[in-house]
T-cell receptor, first 112, second 112 residues
Framework: SAVISQKPSRDICQRGTSLTIQCQVDSQVTMMFWYRQQPGQSLTLIAT?????????ESGFVIDKFPISRPNLTFSTLTVSNMSPEDSSIYLC?????????FGSGTQLSVL | KQEVTQIPAALSVPEGENLVLNCSFTDSAIYNLQWFRQDPGKGLTSLLL?????REQTSGRLNASLDKSSGRSTLYIAASQPGDSATYLCAVSTNQGGKLIFGQGTELSVKP
């Protein structure tokens, strides 16, 4: 299994600002995943982050809006840039261990 | 394009009842299927994982079945308890280490 520490747990931000979400894992993992869960919706994968290379973004998500860092095998950040109210969501990081996926506790973001 | 649907969207039962949550997917070419539990502020917890070659998996009071040919999975919860109240999500993966495609979840409430 894996223990994932994600912060902040929640934040309220002003339109046009940026927020960086941090994800720390208690073991080394090759891939880390960032998901978004909009209100009343299912989870959608934003991007896959590999250490030492650029993140791979899913259709509809771009690096300028959601820059990701992966400086080592236990840590990653996701930045939500130039925020608008439509970015209000829960953002979750996750890692795969064996066949299973483990998740952080999520960041509840509200944009005013 | 793979789509995952969960029925019902919400379910309320009295304590002690047995219940079934349903998940369907449009493309039967899956690698595995996972059931998760989501509690507010606590992220997602993996409950059961079924490989595409398996028919079912059991853990305690939980039993998950998979009928790949018909694109269906069920999560059976025996003798439900108030502590089972949460949102239950199913997700399918199309290859090892690949991204998960989530359903929208079933919000379960077990009344004492």
């Amino acid at each position: 299994s894996a223990v994932i520490s994600q912060k902040p747990s929640r934040d309220i931000c002003q339109r046009g600002t940026s927020l960086t979400i941090q994800c720390q894992v208690d073991s080394q993992v090759t891939m880390m995943f960032w998901y978004r869960q909009q209100p009343g919706q299912s989870l959608t994968l934003i991007a896959t982050a590999n250490q030492g290379s650029e993140a791979t973004y899913e259709s509809g998500f771009v690096i300028d809006k959601f820059p990701i860092s992966r400086p080592n095998l236990t840590f990653s950040t996701l930045t939500v840039s130039n925020m608008s109210p439509e970015d209000s969501s829960i953002y979750l990081c996750s890692v795969g261990v064996g066949e299973k996926l483990f998740f952080g506790s999520g960041t509840q973001l509200s944009v005013l | 394009k793979q789509e995952v649907t969960q029925i019902p969207a919400a379910l309320s039962v009295p304590e002690g009842e047995n219940l079934v949550l349903n998940c369907s997917f449009t493309d039967s070419a899956i690698y595995n299927l996972q059931w998760f539990r989501q509690d507010p502020g606590k992220g997602l917890t993996s409950l059961l994982l079924i490989q595409s070659s398996q028919r079912e998996q059991t853990s305690g009071r939980l039993n998950a079945s998979l009928d790949k040919s018909s694109g269906r999975s069920t999560l059976y919860i025996a003798a439900s308890q108030p502590g089972d109240s949460a949102t239950y999500l199913c997700a399918v993966s199309t290859n090892q280490g690949g991204k998960l495609i989530f359903g929208q979840g079933t919000e379960l409430s077990v009344k004492p």
